[in-house]
């Protein structure tokens, strides 16, 4: 008679194997300090949080990948980008871990990681990559494509980095685009519906915004002390129309229903079928303001141990850091809708408001 193996803890999570792969170089933790198995452990820890994190992001990009994404579907969308904010959340925390580090006692391990850089993080890569980072918005430590470069090896070698970064970039679409394109489909008017729909919706809204900067910079001028300041806010706030007039009225008619899309579920959230779309977008922001606060972490934390000496992948240090948390923004629009928003008591009137609000036509 066969008789079920038992299954004990640290055969599943396969402790004894885990916990022998912190000695960096020498491959034995009795041959290194303990501020260097630190420094190993942390970005272990990092990098197993990447792998769950791409796990989530690709379920994501293939649900938004549907032709119809339902509300069953949106539901497990939201579900897995909170988890993945909430890993991020702690990995953000672990930068505490590190600070914890003497530079003293760093600068005594240093050497022997150059010219490795956290820089040649493959998942990071193909998390950017998945996400939508395009190739044209990374920002070079050296030549044009160094961030594939430095994953290969001597003379230029594949690596199994490299590899997995090739596999990723040749995974289409990218959750930006599945996410672009489910926008797109917005249906704006409602059950009433045409390809004019969004146009309608932006000219209304338009005009409620302009009512709202009238009245603003009427209060503005209430409380100026100089004679001059009529002209200088009268100059300020036809900037302000001019510019968003031109970012709801781009000349792309894609882009133009899409960021219609994305101001429409943003001012009628609480209507029940804009109410998981709306909390869609938010998981995508939430999720995107996390990775650029990890960047920010990680340069904080760089410039405390370090400060702002050249890498040790030959990249720019902190510098380098600091530019990719300004610059890699991967959804600006939805940053940029927040500028837009206005008081929703004053909201133009939604059309197709029975077919969002689940009402009973009369």
């Known amino acids: 008679m066969e008789t079920t193996k038992p299954t004990y803890y640290w055969d599943y999570i396969k402790v004894d194997r ?35 994190i791409l796990e989530n992001l690709v379920d994501v990009r293939d649900l938004f990948k549907a032709e119809v994404l339902g509300n069953e579907d949106m539901v497990e969308v939201v579900t897995r980008l909170e988890r993945c904010s909430t890993i991020f959340r702690a990995a953000n925390q672990h930068w505490d871990v590190v600070e914890t580090l003497p530079p003293r006692e760093y600068l ?4 022997k990681l150059m010219p490795a850089s956290g820089f040649q993080s493959a998942q990071v890569r ?12 990374r920002i070079a430590f050296g030549a044009e494509g160094s961030h594939l470069a430095a994953l290969r090896g001597k003379g ?26 489910w926008l ?40 100026a002390s100089m004679a001059d300041d009529d002209m200088r806010l009268n100059d300020l706030y036809d900037k302000e129309r001019a510019s968003v007039r031109a970012f709801l009225k781009p000349e792309d008619e894609r882009t133009a229903r899409i960021r219609a899309a994305i101001l429409f579920i943003e001012t009628y959230a609480e209507e029940p079928l804009l109410a998981w779309p709306h909390r869609v977008l938010e998981g995508i922001l939430e999720l995107e303001q996390l990775f650029v606060i990890f960047r920010q972490r990680h340069a904080r934390m760089v410039e405390r141990i370090i400060g702002r000496r050249t890498g ?16 890699y923004r991967i959804f600006p629009d939805l940053w940029t809708v927040r500028s837009l928003l206005i008081n929703p008591l004053v909201a133009p009137g939604l059309a197709g408001a029975d077919f969002f609000g689940l009402r009973a036509e009369h």
Request: hydrophobic share 40%; glycine share 10%; charged share 25%.
């Open 108 to 111: 005594k391990f240093r050497g």
């Open 126 to 137: 193909q998390l950017e990559i998945l996400l939508g980072l395009a190739e044209d918005e």
């Open 18 to 52: 885990l916990l022998g792969l912190q000695g960096g170089l020498e491959e034995d933790c009795s041959k290194i300090s303990t501020d260097e198995i630190l420094f190993v452990t942390v970005h272990q820890v990092f990098e197993l949080w990447f792998k769950v």
């Open 156 to 181: 230029g070698a594949e690596t199994e980095a490299s590899r997995r970064v090739a596999a990723s970039m040749a995974d289409l679409p990218t959750l930006k685009d599945a996410v672009l394109a």
């Open 312 to 327: 040790t992948g030959g990249t720019a240090g902190v510098e380098y850091l600091d530019q990719t948390a300004l610059q």
């Open 184 to 223: 797109e489909r917005t249906p704006i008017g409602g059950a009433d519906h045409h390809a004019g729909s969004h146009e309608e919706f932006i000219d209304q809204y338009l005009a409620t915004h302009n009512s709202e900067l009238d009245e603003s910079l009427k209060m503005a001028k209430t409380v």
